[in-house]
């Protein structure tokens, strides 16, 4: 797809209906509660459709909010497209949330789709988050938008949602609350699980309202990037289970279904409490940005620790592929996706390019149009890792991972009994809080795709990352991919050759893929 740039002029535009969108404690949706606004949205061939859209903001989503800043969502529903009106009653919805780095997420402040700031406290988009307790996540700010695309804020953001309008779609966006937030008393109260209890509210909002809300509300598709894409694929996974109820009734979120059709993840930061194992697993011959070696019996520890968690996972590998274990996993990142990704990345460029990009990366083999190369290769053209190790539970509790699993008044805790067991805080306990597993389980998609598989689960599964993304293990979401597969689940997951954190080169793809699994 060519990459065309979009030239968002959101703007207010005829009549402007009455606002709060939803009295205090009300979850019933206005229809007449919009701004008609008008936009371009440049499409993937480059080709500027003119976008009138109804938008609705700021809708409080809970009966109950603890924080409706972030509590909240905005509906934009195109009306017409090239002066052809159009009728998204029976469209589906895309829900795009804007989490990035288990911040807060806001879309109150919107001026029209896909113009949110993304997560507080960053520059907006995915992993834009700067974390107030240890250090950001530091996400690339390249996040969704490869195309061009870009919003109110000036970033290159948000491509899916603007595709998605001008595809006649109706999109959804809501807010989450995130793990720095702290109320008055010193408590943090948007650590985990709140960001997937939240957007399951926003899913039962949705739902509740079918009839009175443009769109098929049985034809959901979240979308999310990075710790987006982790509680997008644990939306995926986890839809209607029992888990979350107690949690939603305390929101008095609306009585209704929170399972979605469909969910697109990119760069997903999830399996957090096998994070760490996998990451030295994959990462761990790499030195770090610094020119430094993590330390060796950290890694190794790490490592053996994966070992024994993949052959418990007992996953096929797609398209064959047997079980999948530290000894052949390599080999299968390699075949599956790695060569595929090089392959049409190089069958793209002209034959000069391709020239200059095989002269200047001489471990690729180009033979009959298709890319080979080894494992050890792979991990040396893509050079430093972005983390330390252990990259989430840090002995220091320094991560964004040990904020979302904070509680209370305490700011970041272990969520791995390694992390604890090496603690560097001076903390005393010799076990986990006794909360810990509860989270781990309610914050994992992959508890609900193993083992007993959840029956409220979507069935069509979009998954992207980049190959140079070494914010995670690059088997983190073929893991992922994995499980969805072996339960018989549609799955489209492919990796973008040399992109790093938060790409989406794809965009238009993903539209396409959404009118096909949902037509
Ligand atoms: C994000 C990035 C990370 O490296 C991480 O650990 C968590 C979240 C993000 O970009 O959202």
């Known amino acids: 797809a060519a990459a065309g740039g979009l030239a968002l002029s959101a703007r ?48 409080t989503y809970v009966a109950k909010p603890v924080d409706a800043k972030y509590q909240s969502l905005n509906v934009s529903v ?13 469209a589906p919805i895309l829900l795009a949330n804007t989490v990035g780095g288990y911040m807060p997420s806001t879309v109150t402040e919107a001026t029209g789709v896909g113009a949110s700031g993304g997560p507080v406290g960053g520059g907006g988009g995915a992993g834009g988050g700067t974390a107030s307790t240890g250090p950001a996540p530091s996400a690339s700010a390249s996040a969704p938008g490869a195309n061009g695309n870009t919003n109110a804020n000036g970033g290159a953001l948000n491509t899916n949602q603007y595709l998605a309008l001008g595809a006649g779609y109706v999109v959804v966006e809501p807010g ?29 909002y949705i739902r ?9 509300t049985d034809r959901i598709v979240s979308a999310g990037t990075s710790a ?32 979605v059709f469909a969910a697109g993840a990119w760069c997903p930061i999830t399996d957090l409490e096998h994070a760490d194992g996998a990451y030295e697993w994959n990462w761990g011959a790499n030195a770090l940005t610094t020119g430094k070696q993590v330390d060796a019996a950290v890694s190794k520890a790490l490592t053996a620790q994966f070992a024994q968690y ?20 390599d080999a299968y990142l390699v075949r599956q996706y790695l060569e595929p990704s090089a392959t049409t990345y190089l069958a793209a460029l002209s034959d000069t390019a391709r020239a200059t990009y095989l002269a200047a990366n001489t471990f690729i083999t180009w033979e009959n149009g298709k890319a080979s190369f080894s494992w050890a290769d792979f991990l040396t053209h893509v050079g430093a890792r972005k983390k330390t190790a252990p990259a989430f539970d ?26 604890l067991d090496n603690d ?49 293990s690059l088997t983190v979401s073929a893991n992922l991919a994995a499980a969805a597969d072996g339960l018989g689940d549609r799955v489209d997951h492919l990796y973008y050759w040399d992109q790093g954190h938060g790409a989406n080169t794809d965009p238009g793809d993903f539209i396409a893929w959404i009118a096909e699994v949902t037509g």
């Open 12 to 59: 207010a535009a005829g009549r402007t209906q009455a606002s709060p969108s939803s009295a205090s404690g009300s979850l019933v949706f206005d229809p007449d509660g919009y701004t008609e606004l008008t936009t371009t949205v440049t499409d993937t061939a480059g080709t500027e459709h003119q976008v009138t859209y109804h938008f609705w903001k700021a809708i």
């Open 78 to 90: 195109p009306v017409e497209i090239d002066g052809v009106a159009v009728d998204a009653s029976d």
């Open 176 to 204: 989450a609350r995130g793990r720095t937030l702290v109320n008055s008393a010193g408590e943090y109260y948007g650590v985990a699980p709140t960001v997937i209890v939240d957007l399951k509210a926003a899913v039962r």
């Open 208 to 216: 509740a309202n079918k009839g009175r809300i443009p769109g098929d």
């Open 228 to 259: 987006g894409g982790a509680v997008s694929a644990l939306l995926g996974a986890s839809g209607d289970s029992p888990l979350y109820d107690r949690y939603l009734e305390e929101l008095g979120a609306a009585d209704a279904s929170d399972a």
């Open 310 to 329: 993949q052959a418990g996972l007992k996953l096929k590998g797609l398209n064959g592929f047997g079980p999948l274990n530290a000894r052949n996993y």
């Open 394 to 419: 840090a002995f220091d509790l320094s991560t964004g991972e040990n904020n979302e699993f904070g509680t209370g008044t305490t700011a970041a805790r272990h969520f791995t009994q390694y992390g």
């Open 424 to 472: 560097t805080t001076g903390l005393t306990a010799k076990r986990l809080d006794g909360d810990i597993p509860e989270l781990l389980r309610l914050m994992n998609p992959m508890h609900f795709l193993t083992g007993k598989p959840n029956a409220g689960r979507s069935r069509h599964w979009w998954i992207r990352l980049g190959t140079k993304d070494s914010d995670t």
